[in-house]
């Protein structure tokens, strides 16, 4: 089955960085374009970031572009998006998604940006 699993979150300090993985299994993560979101409380789940099956092609939200990049390991199956210049608005839970099929997600990983 479908399995996407994140890791990375913790506690930071404004301006600080943090990477973010997710680890894919149970579809060919090599021809699947795959995402970041995240969701924080009391707002709607938004797309981050995106990258499409070979790496060739992302997209970025307009908050992260400059600070956020997103990256793929197709031989490892790993996403993961590196994120700096952190601020207290980037605190959310990240997801990782993957467009295969009807869509999955993670379980979803937090990102407390704080002093």
């Known amino acids: 089955q479908v399995q996407l699993v994140e890791s990375g979150g913790g506690l930071v300090q404004p301006g600080g960085s943090l990477r973010l993985s997710c680890a894919a299994s149970?579809?060919?993560?090599?021809?699947?374009?795959m995402s970041w979101y995240r969701q924080a409380v009391g707002k709607l789940r938004e797309l981050v970031a995106s990258?499409?099956?070979?790496?060739?092609?992302?997209n970025y939200a307009d908050s992260v572009k400059g600070r956020f990049t997103i990256f793929r390991d197709n031989g490892e199956n790993t996403l993961t998006l590196q994120m700096n210049s952190l601020k207290p608005e980037d605190t959310a839970v990240y997801y990782c998604?993957?467009?295969?099929?009807?869509?999955?997600w993670g379980q979803g990983t937090q990102v407390t940006v704080s002093s």
């Open positions: 990258i499409n099956p070979t790496g060739s092609n992302t």
């Open positions: 149970g579809f060919t993560f090599s021809s699947v374009t």
């Open positions: 998604k993957s467009l295969y099929g009807r869509g999955y």
